[in-house]
């Protein structure tokens, strides 16, 4: 059974500038989430899909970040600027009725 | 919000010797998950606990829930080098099934 996907696994970018991080979660699987991780920390939910609706975004910085799961499948966050303080790595996660979660890889974002 | 720390924050033991790492969080929890994070890796489920007071071992992992439900351990027994990582527990308030609230991680460093 394949894993979670995420791509792309490292990003440099300048500050102001877009970026988007793009999660494939497992078949069948109808809860994604997105975390943010920041270094000596453990992760912080963004956003938590079931299928595509978008149940709890209540950490989500709506004025730069967006997250869109088309079709409930695979689902993309997006920054837009980004900032400084936006460095970290961002993991996608995927479950089935909420219980055990299985994370991806991760993207690790700098900016700069 | 709902807060869950973790003691201690670090540990560095010699090999053989044992291992407990304690989660605290503010609210109670529906039920506990732990996870295990290696260096540069992403965090892999472990186990669930989900009645007060339950207690589940896998090999020489031993996981405790508190009575109250709002504290948990995880002991290693005899640590071998391949336990080497961070520890996190998490757990979602009652009620709040799929929002997982992460602790701060316990880091384990074990050597020789």
């Known amino acids: 059974e394949a894993g979670v996907v995420q791509s792309p696994r490292y990003k440099i970018i300048e500050k102001k500038q877009p970026v988007a991080f793009w999660c494939n979660p497992i078949s069948g699987h109808n809860t994604l989430y997105w975390y943010r991780q920041n270094l000596g920390q453990g992760p912080e939910l963004l956003i938590r899909y079931e299928n595509e609706e978008a149940v709890d975004d209540s950490q989500l910085p709506k004025d730069r970040f967006s997250a869109e799961r088309l079709k409930g499948v695979d689902s993309t966050l997006k920054i837009q600027p980004a900032e400084l303080g936006d460095s970290a790595v961002y993991l996608c996660?995927?479950?089935?009725?909420?219980?055990?979660?299985?994370f991806g890889p991760g993207t690790r974002l700098t900016v700069t | 919000g709902q807060q869950v720390m973790q003691i201690p924050q670090y540990q560095h033991v010699q090999e053989g010797e044992d291992f407990t790492t304690y989660c605290n969080s503010s609210?109670?929890?529906?039920?506990i998950q732990w996870y295990k994070q290696r260096p540069g890796g992403h965090p892999v489920f472990l186990i669930q606990l989900v009645k007060s007071g339950e207690v589940k071992k896998q090999k020489r992992l031993t996981f405790q829930f508190g009575e109250a439900k709002k504290n948990s351990s995880l002991h290693i027994t005899a640590t071998q080098t391949t336990d080497v990582g961070t520890y996190f527990c998490a757990g979602p308030k009652t009620g709040t099934a799929s929002k997982l609230t992460f602790g701060t991680g316990t880091r384990l460093q074990v050597t020789l």
């Open positions: 609210t109670t929890l529906s039920n």
């Open positions: 996660a995927s479950s089935v009725a909420g219980v055990e979660q299985y």
